[in-house]
């Protein structure tokens, strides 16, 4: 899976999700960003990009739609035609792009606009203060421009520039996936029989095991 299509899956389950309390601009972005009680559709775009890694491919850690899109304008991520999946719109629905007024992830392109997953919108209210994560068929006339991140740098994976932070991360992120994969029916019975006996806990049974881990279970093989 690429990171597009890890941000898109991650904004796309965010669907839905409202203020608490109805009005507020109180939300989980906000209190993750550090404004909450704000408006908070460029804290939703900055909160998706931070769950997959890709935060750092913005230009600028900020709750503006102004600031990001001038830091694009300077870092050359800034794009008026040709939005892509990924792209990170900013609108002005008076429809003179102007004003920088709102904020969203293009999901696809349609003839005539995007579909993009927005932030602090609604359904048929208010477009740019509405309260809940949305997905919003909007025209091209709105849309001032997009930053278009390079996630192709991020998905050219090179080991030896991560940081242990990142490292530790990956090796998480591999441990889950590994942790679900099915077991052969002979190593399924095995499994459960060294359950049974203490050795093990059953749990998660593809995932790595540590040194540490090993000798336990060998030590306690030992004394059955």
């Known amino acids: ?25 109180r939300t989980k972005y906000g209190r993750w960003y550090g404004l909450d009680g704000q408006p908070w559709c460029m804290m939703f775009v900055q909160w998706c990009f931070e769950q997959v890694g890709a935060l ?5 850690r900020t709750a503006s739609c102004g600031v990001l899109m001038r830091a694009a304008q300077k870092a050359g991520l800034w794009v008026t035609r040709g939005f892509q999946p990924g792209d ?26 995007v579909i993009a997953i927005e932030g602090n919108t609604s359904e048929a209210g208010s477009q ?10 909007r025209s091209s006339s709105l849309i001032i421009g997009a930053v278009r991140p390079k996630f192709e740098e991020a998905d050219d994976l090179n080991i030896e520039k991560l940081t242990d932070a990142e490292l530790v991360r990956l090796a998480e992120r591999m441990q889950a996936a590994l942790a679900e994969r099915a077991l052969t029916e002979k ?7 060294a359950k049974d006996k203490g050795i093990t806990d059953g749990s998660k049974p593809g995932a790595f095991v540590t040194r540490a881990q090993a000798a336990v279970m060998a030590l306690r093989a030992s004394r059955k």
Do not use: W
């Open 128 to 137: 740019s203060n509405g309260g809940e994560v949305c997905r919003k068929n």
């Open 88 to 113: 990170v719109v900013i609108y002005d629905f008076s429809g003179k792009r102007s004003t920088t007024e709102h904020t969203g992830i293009v999901e696809r392109v349609t003839a005539s606009g």
């Open 187 to 193: 190593l399924a019975s095995e499994l459960a029989e």
């Open 1 to 25: 899976m690429t990171m597009v299509e890890q941000l898109l899956d991650t904004a796309r389950k965010e669907l839905g999700n409202t203020e608490s309390p109805a009005g507020s601009n």
């Open 56 to 60: 750092k491919l913005l230009p600028a």
